[in-house]
């Protein structure tokens, strides 16, 4: 990623609706499935820290992130339980974490080997550890937006569920996310299809305030559409919810 993204991302994470929208779908698949008392959560690629920020009421978060400026950010927050470590080779302490959360990080260039990844994040988990995992879709949406980010790949559904299950874990619930969004991108590809994606340009910029909240609230009936088991045929988002 690159490294203005980072301060972007600091600045806006807090409030910027995409962020909002995921973090309230990943703090609530939390509290739906974790076990009573106080629990230990990964957060696999922490970025500047507001998903570890948020979690803490659950008990204790270890983050990780491979970059210094996102660590570097993560502890402006006062976040202190945070370590700088590259995910392609990071091996955590067996059976340690009731959840592990991976918010948009295996497509990510500097990601090796997803699969490889995903089977040190099951062996981190404990028996009946939850995996959440965010995910770019579709590769036919990258866009300027995704050199910002160094992508890699993009993802469909089935293929990545197939991934899980080889690693060992059973899959709870999986759906795209942010419809609205795929046929934005969508439309705004076809509208400047005779341009490359050789000028990289970041989606994260502050919006008017009466938009963010149009989007939060759109978000928020979509994440109530999810908890309650209905799956999103397309989107630019994969979100799945995996156990070990």
């Not at 807090?14 to 076990?35: A, C, M, N, P």
């Not at 990780?64 to 976040?79: N, P, T």
């Not at 970041?202 to 938009?211: E, G, I, N, Q, V």
């Amino acid at each position: 990623m690159e490294k203005d993204e980072y301060a972007r991302m600091y600045d806006l994470e807090t409030g910027f609706w995409w962020y909002r929208v995921l973090h309230e779908l990943v703090d609530s698949t939390i509290r739906k499935t974790k076990q009573e008392g106080e629990i230990r959560i990964l957060d696999a690629g922490c970025g500047t820290g507001r998903m570890m920020e948020i979690l803490q009421k659950y008990g204790t978060v270890l983050g990780i992130d491979y970059s210094e400026e996102a660590v570097d950010y993560s502890k402006k927050r006062g976040l202190k339980n945070i370590v700088t470590g590259d995910l392609n080779d990071y091996h955590f302490e067996k059976d340690s974490f009731h959840v592990a959360v991976c918010l948009d990080v295996l497509y990510h260039s500097g990601i090796k080997d997803d699969r490889s990844v995903l089977r040190n994040l099951y062996e981190a988990l404990k028996t009946g550890g939850i995996l959440i995992i965010n995910l770019p879709a579709f590769e036919y949406l990258k866009r300027p937006h995704d050199l910002v980010v160094h992508t890699r790949k993009r993802y469909r559904r089935g293929e990545f569920i197939n991934e899980l299950k080889e690693t060992g874990f059973s899959v709870i619930s999986s759906s795209y996310r942010m419809p609205h969004l795929y046929v934005i991108i969508l439309i705004s590809k076809f509208f400047s299809r005779k341009s490359s994606l050789k000028k990289s340009e970041s989606d994260l910029k502050k919006l008017p305030d009466w938009l963010n909240s149009i989007l939060i609230f759109s978000g928020r009936i979509e994440n109530s559409l999810l908890k309650r088991g209905f799956r999103i045929p397309v989107g630019s988002s994969l979100y799945i919810v995996a156990k070990k």
